[in-house]
């Protein structure tokens, strides 16, 4: 089984993440880029890729690399690609472009272009045309140009891995399955610890949690790309399906999801229900502010609302600085990670986070901020630790 090189893409500053998933998987001459990570293996590596990865959004196979001076360059550059290796007139494709620099400023009219090459050339040869499908294509091409280099890749994936396909319905700016499975990456939750998401929506993060602490592929819901290639295996990815299955867990940390909102409980719950991980979530309509005190040590992951209106901000400042309060004073020993693209609310939860990771929810800064939740010193904190039980 011949290799090849490949790239996951991901987000931006997810990158860690992935090179140690990419690790474990087993992928060869891993190189961390910028919101990316190029990485060799053979067609199983591939399906793991996909099946496997919780922080990748795409995973390419280039197939070509070149350079371009103006769109007739481009044009004719793709001609030269023999596509019948690829296509045919009875399947149908799709072309995904990006675009960095000067020289090419338009990334639909480059996806245009290069589908026009395509379908010159099948015209040209056949004196037909294979058709297009934005949707589900047979076949999904990557066209990125930085500068004038240009590098053309076979899409596996297809739909975002940020769609693991669970999510039927969802509340309002919901967050990216990937997004919320880097959080509980980055958050460092040792699998053990009790795990509360407070203001859930729609079950992102405790289903994400849940995927992970019960080791259950994010692939497991939905199809890819590769499936519709010609030299597709059927055979070897129903095994890797089969071995994934097999190293499922039937037993985990407890995990809870809150949130006032009625809806909000019941798109959780269908979410959970079809990721398969309804049985090990605990799902409950609840104010956070109205929580007791919690009598253990937690791991506390959520992302409030933002306020994007500017006449949210006093109503944002006063919410950040009740979650704050209630933190200290319900949550004595448990950590606390809070994603906001709302930077100064954040000041108002009035503690100091120890850690703050800068990240994107779609096109909005955030920071991601750790708060350790402790009475008294930091010195006494680490001291009661020592304690016996």
Same mark, same amino acid.
């Given at each position: 089984m011949g290799y090849f090189d490949m790239i996951a893409k991901t987000l931006f500053g997810f990158e860690d993440l992935l090179v140690e998933e990419l690790k474990e998987l087993g992928a060869k001459d891993i190189v961390k880029l910028n919101?990316?990570?190029?990485?060799?293996?053979?067609?199983?590596?591939?399906?793991?890729?996909?099946?496997?990865?919780?922080?990748?959004?795409?995973?390419?196979?280039?197939?070509d690399q070149f350079k371009v001076r103006n769109e007739n360059d481009l044009y004719r550059k793709i001609q030269e690609i023999d596509w019948e290796d690829y296509l045919n007139n009875d399947k149908t494709f799709a072309i995904d472009a990006t675009t960095h620099g000067d020289l090419f400023t338009h990334s639909k009219y480059v996806a245009l272009k290069a589908k026009d090459a395509i379908v010159d050339q099948f015209r040209e040869n056949t004196g037909e045309?294979?058709?297009?499908?934005?949707?589900?294509?047979?076949?999904?091409?990557?066209?990125?140009?930085?500068?004038?280099?240009?590098?053309?890749s076979l899409d596996s994936t297809g739909h975002s891995m940020g769609?693991?396909?669970?999510?039927?319905?969802?509340?309002?700016?919901?967050?990216?399955?990937v997004l919320a499975a880097g959080l509980v990456k980055l958050s460092a939750w040792d699998l053990k610890t009790d795990f509360i998401d407070p203001m859930c929506g729609s079950g992102t993060i405790p289903i994400e949690a849940a995927l992970i602490a019960y080791n259950i592929a994010p692939g497991k819901f939905r199809h890819f790309t590769f499936q519709y290639w010609d030299?597709?295996?059927? /055979? =070897? $990815?129903?095994?890797? %399906? +089969?071995?994934?299955?097999?190293?499922?867990?039937?037993?985990?940390?407890?995990?809870?999801?809150?949130?006032k909102d009625k809806k909000a409980n019941e798109i959780?719950?269908?979410?959970?229900?079809?990721?398969?991980?309804?049985?090990?979530?605990?799902?409950?309509?609840?104010?956070?502010?109205d929580s007791q005190e919690y009598d253990s040590p937690a791991h506390i992951v959520f992302n409030p609302p933002y306020?994007?209106?500017?006449?949210?901000?006093?109503?944002?400042?006063?919410?950040?600085?009740?979650?704050?309060?209630?933190?200290?004073?319900?949550?004595?020993?448990?950590?606390a990670w809070i994603l906001s693209a709302n930077m100064r609310a954040l000041k108002f939860v009035g503690l100091r986070p120890s850690r703050k990771i800068k990240l994107f929810n779609g096109p909005l800064e955030?920071?991601?901020?750790?708060? /350790? =939740? $402790?009475?008294?010193? %930091? +010195?006494?904190?680490?001291?009661?630790?020592n304690k016996p039980s």
């Open positions: 919101r990316a990570v190029a990485f060799s293996g053979n067609k199983r590596t591939m399906y793991l890729a996909n099946y496997h990865l919780r922080t990748a959004i795409k995973i390419l196979k280039p197939i045309r294979p058709s297009i499908d934005t949707e589900e294509p047979d076949l999904r091409l990557s066209i990125h140009i930085a500068d004038n280099l240009c590098t053309l769609k693991r396909g669970y999510k039927r319905k969802q509340v309002f700016a919901p967050l990216s399955e030299d597709f295996d059927d /055979e =070897l $990815y129903e095994k890797i %399906k +089969k071995e994934a299955t097999e190293k499922e867990k039937i037993s985990g940390p407890k995990i809870y999801c809150w949130d959780t719950h269908e979410n959970a229900v079809r990721a398969g991980v309804r049985d090990y979530i605990e799902i409950k309509r609840q104010d956070f502010l306020g994007e209106r500017l006449e949210e901000d006093e109503d944002m400042n006063e919410l950040y600085g009740e979650l704050g309060t209630h933190l200290k004073h319900k949550y004595n020993g448990s950590d955030c920071r991601f901020a750790k708060f /350790e =939740l $402790y009475k008294g010193s %930091k +010195k006494g904190k680490h001291m009661d630790k």
